[in-house]
């Protein structure tokens, strides 16, 4: 029987982490992977105390500041469900069960698929949703991404340094992501950008070879050896049916990260806090885990 157990290891639950092992709590980390969305950024200019820092390598420092603190990590597992019984919740994964007194879900998102037929075909055949992983391995090729938000973004100018050329495929009017950023793709030379675009086909044979590209009156085959998907995220919010969640599937949370169930508290992404940032998970994951040691200091073992 733990104290606390936390689920997911992004920035918010690595976070939730520390200040867990600081409180002195009993409690496991469990997660599929370390790091998050956050490992999968390119570079990172608004992390306070860092001007510019690659995803990868603030994960890295993450991992510093767990080892410091010789946390249990189950690492590589995923959460299933979490059920309660009289107080004490089992959190259940693909290889085991776990009990605590309390949760925190830090679970984050995951990348929307494009809902054509023909993406189970081509995913890791040219399709993918993580041009940090999968980027060099286009190198000197021409590639697609699809999105016009920070994510595909940070996609495009990460593979302008790879890839022979990069076309994005944005579905709105305009590009929405950060000033800068939309800035740096539209005067880029080796960024053809789409706007008012849609991607109704891919083809190839065994891998991506082309896409067709929808905008009004006109379509256009585009002949491009990989795709990444950078549409939006899906918040990982279906480990327990009885949280309230808004409209988009966020979990609820108040000022203290407590949701609707006492002892189950939520941070990071996967929550309805606003604005989806590395800086504001972490807050969040520290704010819950202080709120945990409360809640468990006013109850009676």
């Not at 976070?15 to 956050?38: H, M």
């Not at 510093?64 to 189950?74: D, G, S, V």
Request: hydrophobic share 40%.
């Amino acid at each position: 029987m733990h104290d606390l157990i936390i689920i997911g290891a992004g920035p918010a639950g690595i976070t939730a982490s520390v200040y867990a092992a600081r409180q002195n709590l009993d409690f496991l980390l469990v997660s599929q992977d370390i790091g998050g969305q956050a490992a999968w950024s390119g570079e990172i200019g608004n992390y306070t105390g860092y001007q510019l820092i690659s995803g990868p390598e603030l994960v890295e420092k993450f991992q510093e500041h767990m080892r410091q603190y010789n946390i249990a990590l189950k690492n590589n597992e995923k959460a299933l469900r979490i059920s309660v019984l009289s107080d004490i919740f089992t959190v259940e994964t693909d290889k085991a069960r776990y009990q605590a007194r309390s949760v925190i879900i830090a679970t984050g998102k995951r990348s929307k698929e494009l809902g054509l037929a023909q993406e189970e075909k081509f995913r890791n055949r040219g399709l993918t949703y993580c041009a940090t992983c999968d980027g060099p391995l286009f190198s000197k090729k021409d590639v697609a991404v699809i999105g016009g938000g920070n994510s595909a973004l940070d996609a495009a100018l990460q593979l302008e340094h790879i890839a022979n050329f990069v076309y994005l495929v944005n579905n709105a009017e305009n590009l929405s992501g950060d000033a800068l950023m939309r800035q740096k793709a539209e005067r880029s030379a080796k960024i053809k950008i789409f706007n008012n675009a849609a991607v109704i086909d891919i083809k190839g044979e065994k891998v991506v070879q082309s896409i067709t590209i929808k905008q009004p009156g006109q379509e256009e085959v585009v002949f491009v050896s990989g795709i990444f998907v950078e549409i939006g995220l899906v918040p990982n919010s279906g480990l327990m049916d009885n949280l309230k969640k808004n409209e988009v599937e966020e979990i609820k949370v108040d000022l203290y990260n407590q949701t609707n169930i006492p002892g189950i508290f939520a941070a990071g992404d996967v929550t309805d806090v606003p604005e989806k940032q590395i800086i504001i998970a972490a807050g969040e994951g520290a704010k819950a885990a202080i709120s945990v040691f409360k809640y468990l200091a006013r109850k009676p073992v």
